[in-house]
């Protein structure tokens, strides 16, 4: 038989993959202890220089930047207008969110779909909400109330509002008066509720708010079922719009904001010195994931996680690299 040759490791092999575990390992921390974002500090960064169009979405590009090592000046008064558009608080968010539906059902918008970006309450370091979609629903009410009040106030909507617990243990509430029904936490259980508020008049106005139905893909199975009966109440949903939407979330390795207040567009912001705000792109239509990556391929060339991770290291430890 013929004996196995042994050959020595290369250093230099052994030296980038203990190099790539530390970097993976120290991503992990650095995301484990983030800052949690909240309303006092807005998140995001600066203004547009070029842009392209690609499938209805505005791209902006930004050839030689980096997250987070903004290399441009960002124009005060520009930043000042991206700041007015960010809520700082849940009131400044329910309010937002009371003038899109407004100007929306004065455009005959009765069907309308809103997402709240809600106040964290109890968080802990290791869950930001413990409580589940109870204590999300202890956040989610007084801002629901709030814009239910001002727009009974606004539309002249003689009445009180009569909430409803639908589901107790997914915390789905409604509260109707006699031209509005808004629903906080809507699931597929819920559907025929949402069918039942359709079918009272198409000059009803019915409010969907922070969804928690997953509508399916790759990788799940719909809430929704399949064949006609899913079909069916995709067909529905379709007819509710985003007239108000304020969310938050990881991806790239960035902060990212998307908003969108009824009749402006979608805007797609990153942040990462919660200071300035970096607009990367606009839609007419929510962005997918698909969309955001591709704004931040456009904006960001040639960046990612790990090449920042070799650049910060090597700038912390005085070219250790």
Not at 157 to 178: K, N, Q, V, Y
Not at 202 to 230: E, H, M, T
């Amino acid at each position: 038989m013929r004996p196995i040759r042994r050959t020595a490791a290369d250093p230099r092999a052994t030296w980038c993959i203990a190099l790539t575990l530390a970097a993976i390992i120290c991503v992990g921390v650095v995301n484990l202890h983030e800052k949690r974002e909240s309303f006092s500090e807005p998140l995001g960064y600066g203004m547009r220089t070029t842009s392209t169009r690609s499938h209805g979405v505005s791209l902006v590009k930004r050839p030689g930047m980096m997250l987070g090592r903004p290399s441009f000046s960002v124009r005060s008064e520009d930043q000042a207008s991206i700041m007015r558009e960010i809520p700082r608080d849940s009131d400044e968010t329910a309010n937002q969110a009371f003038e899109a539906v407004n100007e929306g059902f004065k455009d005959g918008k009765t069907r309308q779909q809103v997402e709240l970006l809600l106040p964290l309450i109890g968080a802990t370091d290791l869950d930001d909400w413990p409580g589940g979609i109870r204590q999300q629903f202890k956040a989610a009410s007084p801002m629901c109330e709030s814009i239910l009040r001002n727009l009974r106030r606004e539309l002249g909507f003689a009445g009180t509002f009569t909430p409803t617990i639908l589901d107790d243990g997914d915390a789905t509430a409604a509260w109707e008066s006699e031209k509005i029904t808004a629903i906080l936490f809507p699931t597929a259980e819920t559907m025929d509720y949402i069918k039942n508020a359709v079918g009272k008049g198409s000059d009803r106005l019915v409010l969907l708010i922070n969804p928690q139905w997953n509508k399916g893909g790759s990788n799940f199975v719909s809430d929704f079922g399949w064949g006609a009966a899913k079909e069916a109440t995709e067909k529905l949903l379709s007819t509710f719009e985003f007239t108000y939407s304020f969310e938050q979330r990881k991806q790239g390795g960035a902060n990212i904001k998307l908003i969108r207040s009824y009749p402006k567009p979608w805007k797609v912001m990153v942040t990462e010195d919660d200071q300035n705000f970096d607009v990367i792109g606009e839609a007419e239509k929510r962005p997918s994931y698909k969309d955001v990556e591709l704004m931040l391929k456009t904006a960001y060339p040639d960046q990612n996680i790990f090449s920042r991770f070799l650049k910060e290291i090597e700038t912390k430890k005085g070219g250790l690299l």
